[in-house]
Each structure stands twice: as C-alpha cells, then as structure tokens.
C-alpha cells in the first residue's frame, strides 16, 4: 500500500488491510497459548478471530468490486468511446 502512488490510503484502508488482520493474527497466537491452560476460553478467541477474518474478507472484496465497477469501468467505456468515436 506504501509504494504504489496511483490512491493515498486513508485510515479505513489501514484498518481492514493491515491492523484488523494483525490483531486477530495476534488473538490465533494467544489462544494457541491459553489453550493450554483452558480450552473452552480459547476456542471463544479462534472463534473471535475468525468472525473478524470473515468481515475483514467481505469489506475487502466489497471495496474491490465496487472500485472495478465506479473506477475501471468508466475509464474502459471512455476508451472503447473514443475509439469509435475515431
């Protein structure tokens, strides 16, 4: 995200392709250790960190698509546009 110059990513672009991912990275590994001392509240945490990887996935792939669709779109019918136009 830091070497491309095309988009400047705000916080929202940090938060669900950096921070949110990390921190449930982070919740996996300590419930890897607290699942050695009780099972029951680590599987609460696997379950927490897997409900933030699932939304952190559907923000993603919404911004995806809707990026193609308002961005990359427009500038291909102004091509194909301008090539008819010729």
Not at 21 to 30: F, G, M, N, Q
Not at 41 to 69: C, E, K, M, Q, S
């Amino acid at each position: 995200m830091r070497v491309q110059k095309a988009y400047r990513p705000v916080f929202e672009d940090w938060l669900f392709h950096a921070v949110l991912p990390l921190a449930a990275y982070a919740i996996l590994a300590i419930s890897a250790f607290a699942a050695q001392s009780s099972a029951r509240p680590a599987l609460f945490l696997v379950g927490g960190a897997t409900l933030v990887f699932l939304f952190v996935g559907i923000h993603n792939a919404w911004d995806a698509v809707t990026y193609h669709i308002f961005v990359n779109m427009p500038k291909e019918r102004d091509d194909n546009q301008n090539r008819s136009d010729q």
